[in-house]
């Protein structure tokens, strides 16, 4: 069992930038793989960025390529998504993801956290 809380969310400009962390309880953090996705009002959930457990192997959705980059401590069961170069159209609630295996869709996790919500205005 993993429990995931997300955190820093909130409101900033077009162009800025934010670094939201995902904490993980349990001792098997470092065998999982973690995921970023997101979700805008009225929309599906999306895939944004994936990294494999050793933070060997990360994915990212194309609209958010050279923009975020995800990391991973394994020593502090945390996992992150630095965002850079913000727009309008990257506002939702972001949840983190817990998985066996390097996906990007939904259903190949199976932990989330509640979700952080991130508004980026213009």
């Known amino acids: 069992q993993v429990q995931l809380v997300e955190s820093g969310g909130g409101l900033v400009q077009a162009g800025g930038s934010l670094r939201l962390s995902c904490a993980a309880s349990?001792?098997?953090?470092?065998?999982?793989?973690m995921g970023w996705f997101r979700q805008a009002p009225g929309k599906e959930r999306e895939f944004v960025a994936c990294i494999s457990w050793n933070g060997g192997s990360t994915y990212y959705t194309d609209s958010v390529k050279g923009r975020f980059t995800i990391s991973r401590d394994n020593a502090k069961n945390t996992v992150y998504l630095q965002m850079n170069s913000l727009k309008s159209e990257d506002t939702a609630v972001y949840y983190c993801?817990?998985?066996?295996?390097?996906?990007?869709?939904?259903?190949?996790?199976?932990?989330w956290g509640q979700g952080t919500q991130v508004t980026v205005s213009s």
């Open positions: 993801a817990a998985g066996e295996r390097l996906l990007t869709r939904a259903a190949g996790y199976d932990y």
């Open positions: 349990g001792r098997t953090f470092s065998s999982y793989v």
